[in-house]
């Protein structure tokens, strides 16, 4: 590269940023902005020299270390604040997991690149059998109209011809349970579409990358597609007792390539956050019931206290019988047009890191899209799995 001057007297190269250690080391511990030779289409140029590098600190999160590691694949680009519609490159972490078949592929739920081989996800999004119940119960109720027992044992086995048939007895039994608790009454009403259409498709299948809008090519997109190796929900994750431990982890098929179209986002391993707002993204509805986008959405959410959230679930015994839990969940929106709808599930709610005047900035995903009631109908926050909460069993996964 050229040579240059820096602004300490000493002699530089013109180098990408992702080749210059000693920029990195400024931008990710002393939050200082590298000095900027230029930029080769996306790419910024530092001035760099190598010498003066400074011994990175010794840091044992799994997490944060690799968020450091991963740090060259960071965001370039000044974005245009506001907006309902992301910009191609801004989200280079979001994910879109499939379902069904190759030449039907439903893009239900949402996600987030934490590593070469690993989405953050929703445990809802997964269909693990512990969902098995679940299902049953949705086939019982779907709709207006309920489906019998013998109905129900046949769509079970159109859904599932690899599994073992479920038997007369246990729809019976399972709806027996549920009418007792009043579920099988409220599960027509309450039950999202999105989440019907992924008990009926089966596991996810699928992972797109570098997605901004499903309907056209034209949208400077570069997507990467993936099948599904190995899907994870926490093991505590048990849907038929609230809506706790709602995160899980998926395992490509094999590593991604990192682009400026994907690249990944890092885990939040800060316990409380100060910031009034944070972001969440997704292909969800935009209206109840209504359609869902197909570009990539993003909203700003107002975030909200616990004690706050507690007074509007206080009657939600269903999905979450002991309350919201401040340690594992945490609580975000509720104001007009401030809803995550169907099809959001599993996305990320993060925050955006960045110094002011620099092209370059990072995610950090703070929480997990897991429930709300009915978008855009009342003015109830959502509710998000809270990463930090889970840091040690993801660690344990992602990096052994």
Same mark, same amino acid.
């Not at 779907?142 to 007369?168: I, Y």
């Given at each position: 590269?050229? =040579? +240059?001057?820096?602004?300490?007297?000493?002699?530089?190269? +013109?180098?990408?940023?992702?080749?210059?250690?000693?920029?990195?080391?400024?931008?990710?511990?002393?939050?200082?902005?590298?000095?900027?030779? &230029?930029?080769?289409?996306?790419?910024?140029?530092?001035? +760099?020299?190598?010498?003066?590098?400074?011994?990175?600190?010794?840091?044992?999160?799994?997490?944060?270390?690799?968020?450091?590691?991963?740090?060259?694949?960071?965001?370039?680009?000044? @974005? %245009?604040? &506001?907006?309902?519609?992301s910009l191609a490159r801004e989200f280079p972490h979001m994910a879109a997991i499939g379902f069904g078949k190759t030449d039907d592929i439903q893009w239900l739920c949402g996600g987030s690149l934490i590593s070469p081989n690993?989405?953050?996800?929703?445990?809802? +999004?997964?269909?693990?059998?512990?969902?098995?119940?679940?299902?049953?119960?949705?086939?019982?109720?779907?709709?207006?109209?309920?489906?019998?027992?013998?109905?129900?044992?046949?769509?079970?086995?159109?859904?599932?011809?690899?599994?073992?048939?479920v038997s007369q007895s246990t729809v019976s039994r399972i709806e027996r349970k549920y009418r007792e608790l009043g579920h099988v009454r409220?599960? $027509?009403?309450?039950?999202?579409?999105?989440?019907?259409?992924?008990?009926?498709?089966?596991?996810?299948?699928?992972?797109? @990358?570098?997605?901004?809008?499903?309907?056209?090519?034209?949208?400077?997109?570069?997507?990467?597609?993936?099948?599904?190796?190995?899907?994870? $929900?926490?093991?505590?994750?048990?849907?038929?007792?609230?809506?706790?431990?709602? %995160?899980?982890?998926?395992?490509?098929?094999?590593?991604?390539?990192?682009?400026?179209?994907?690249?990944?986002?890092?885990?939040?391993?800060?316990?409380?956050?100060?910031? $009034?707002?944070?972001?969440?993204?997704?292909?969800?509805?935009?209206?109840?019931?209504?359609?869902?986008?197909?570009?990539? @959405?993003? %909203?700003?959410?107002?975030?909200?206290?616990?004690?706050?959230?507690?007074?509007?679930?206080?009657?939600?015994?269903?999905?979450?019988?002991?309350?919201?839990?401040?340690?594992?969940?945490?609580?975000?929106?509720?104001?007009?047009?401030?809803?995550?709808?169907?099809?959001?599930?599993?996305?990320?709610?993060?925050?955006?890191?960045?110094?002011?005047? =620099?092209?370059?900035?990072?995610?950090?995903?703070?929480?997990?899209?897991?429930?709300?009631?009915?978008? &855009?109908?009342?003015?109830?926050?959502? %509710?998000?799995?809270?990463?930090?909460?889970?840091?040690?069993?993801?660690? &344990?996964?992602?990096?052994?």
């Amino acid at each position: 590269g050229d =040579s +240059c001057d820096l602004k300490n007297g000493g002699k530089g190269t +013109c180098v990408n940023l992702r080749q210059c250690s000693t920029a990195i080391t400024l931008l990710q511990e002393q939050k200082t902005v590298p000095q900027i030779c &230029g930029f080769i289409g996306f790419d910024a140029l530092v001035c +760099c020299n190598d010498e003066k590098q400074k011994a990175p600190q010794n840091i044992k999160e799994p997490g944060a270390v690799k968020c450091k590691e991963y740090y060259p694949y960071a965001i370039y680009g000044i @974005l %245009i604040p &506001g907006g309902e519609q992301s910009l191609a490159r801004e989200f280079p972490h979001m994910a879109a997991i499939g379902f069904g078949k190759t030449d039907d592929i439903q893009w239900l739920c949402g996600g987030s690149l934490i590593s070469p081989n690993y989405v953050l996800t929703a445990a809802h +999004c997964l269909n693990s059998s512990q969902l098995d119940r679940i299902e049953i119960l949705m086939m019982i109720g779907v709709g207006d109209k309920m489906r019998t027992q013998q109905e129900v044992c046949r769509l079970f086995h159109e859904m599932h011809p690899d599994r073992e048939p479920v038997s007369q007895s246990t729809v019976s039994r399972i709806e027996r349970k549920y009418r007792e608790l009043g579920h099988v009454r409220d599960a $027509p009403r309450q039950a999202h579409p999105i989440s019907l259409g992924m008990y009926f498709r089966g596991p996810p299948r699928y992972v797109r @990358l570098g997605e901004l809008d499903f309907a056209t090519e034209q949208d400077d997109a570069q997507p990467q597609d993936f099948t599904v190796k190995r899907v994870i $929900p926490h093991p505590d994750f048990r849907p038929v007792s609230g809506r706790y431990h709602d %995160i899980g982890l998926i395992e490509l098929d094999r590593n991604v390539i990192p682009t400026h179209h994907v690249s990944f986002a890092c885990l939040d391993t800060v316990r409380a956050h100060k910031e $009034p707002q944070m972001i969440s993204t997704g292909w969800g509805r935009t209206e109840f019931s209504g359609r869902t986008s197909t570009h990539l @959405l993003k %909203i700003n959410l107002d975030t909200v206290s616990i004690d706050e959230c507690q007074r509007f679930y206080q009657g939600a015994r269903r999905e979450v019988p002991r309350g919201v839990v401040d340690d594992l969940q945490l609580c975000a929106g509720g104001k007009p047009d401030q809803d995550t709808c169907q099809g959001d599930s599993g996305g990320p709610l993060q925050l955006r890191y960045e110094d002011v005047g =620099s092209a370059i900035y990072a995610y950090t995903i703070v929480g997990i899209t897991s429930f709300g009631k009915a978008c &855009g109908l009342s003015r109830t926050p959502g %509710i998000y799995t809270r990463v930090y909460g889970y840091l040690s069993w993801i660690e &344990g996964i992602v990096w052994p």
